[in-house]
């Protein structure tokens, strides 16, 4: 029986913009087992729910992550919405939608151009990113924000956007998305990508399902689920469907964040086509939240849940939050064990590791 | 909670039963997760099928912090499972992968065993000037759970 190995990967790793550590056992340049442990920016978010007024935790509850930052805030704000019955105005609604899907497109963005670095391809790396700095200044015009939006509140959102700044996100989407297709075609066509993903971390659709896992990397393996069919915000009145894949590798993962940065510029399209006027939020003066719920939304690397409890006082008596990263874990243990170490990086890459979601 | 959402009480007997069930209906483990009561720690978890979401809540014992482990019928359960031990102090017999408390290296151990002492928040009101000058007794350390 041949002698094994055990190779520290992490926390501090080239391709890791995040810290997560991997003990890797290997047969000569093979993966037998890989055990992985997180914790080393564990902040007690969760705990400090408990601590802060409901209202201001909006806040807090967006700054879980710097990525995907306004679909956090968006999903403690309907889950405090959904305990005190309160109905958001239809324009606050489409609003928080467009900036969702924007969102997702600047993270997926950003995952192209950081995959493109570990592929070793850097000039695709800086298109990418520069796409991305298109996008983000969208965000700032119509937010303030750059990387925290600071738009979702509960009730509703912070400031409305007018209609000539509308038109002109609307044009340059068009920008955005002409320079992105250029971009896209390389990933898809180019020979070095395919070398470094196409058949290369497989998973297959059942034990995908079985590991529990979520987003592109359930979804890369032929399984449509797509927590935004629940039709939460504006999902359930626009017309889309779940990308998918079946591959299940790593290229499959990378097609179906491409093909899903196309379906979010059409979903931006259709809420500034189909805006709604009036009221950018309802008040509550006096109410408090109530009762428990499961909030559940798709943020950029998959399904987010979102545990709230509440007993009419200021607080939260427990507000937990599942990350999609977290999920991801156990699918990412089974797709590492009997590949060599070289794909490694690129493996870890696919499930989109957002470690400090994960941390919370 | 939503039409398609339902949260269901069910004895500690029935929580590896319960889920062997839902396993074998196609069910999906989406997540566990604990919450420190006064005198009890409530430990809940989800599944999920065609989006239709169950919850099912069991209440474990403070003296006695034990949970069944999940992880012949979820292999997934061993992240959560981790993590109830790491953040609550829950006992797991049977748990596949333990990472013996390491998993989240938390600075705080045990961070919502009910007994840690958060650091008091600030007064709302700035003391008024009458006030300056005079001395102030230490908040007093808030008990949690």
Redesign the interface.
Known sequence: MANTTIIPFGPQHPVLPEPIHLDLELDDERVVQA?P????V?R?L??LA??HDFVEMAQVAERICGICSFIHGQGYCQGIE?LMGLEVPPRAVYLRTAWAEMSRIQSHLLWLGLSADAFGFESLFQHSWRIREMLVDIIEETTGGRVIFGSCKVGGIRKDVDAETLQRVNRRMREIEAAFDEVANIFRADRTVKQRTVGVGVMSAEDA????AVGPVLRASGFASD?R??GYAAYGELEWEPVVEQAGDCYARCEVRLREISQSIDLIRQCLANMPEGEIEVTFKGKRPK????V?LEQPRG?V?Y?M?ANGQKNL??F?V?TPT??N???LVHMLKGCDLADVPVIVLTIDPCVSCT?R | MSANESFEDIELDQWVATASRHRADGFRLVQMTGTAREDHFEVMISYDRNYDCVNFRVHVPRDRPELPSLSVVFPASFTYENELKDLFGFNIPGLALDYGGNFLRTKTKIPFSGSVTLKKEKPERAPSRAAAGTKVAPPTPVREG
């Open positions: 055990l442990s997180i914790g080393y564990h007690g969760e705990l408990e601590r959904r399902y079985a590991l529990g927590t069919q629940l009762g428990e719920t499961m559940r399904e849940c545990y409890s008596e427990r937990r599942r977290f999920a874990i156990a699918p941390e």
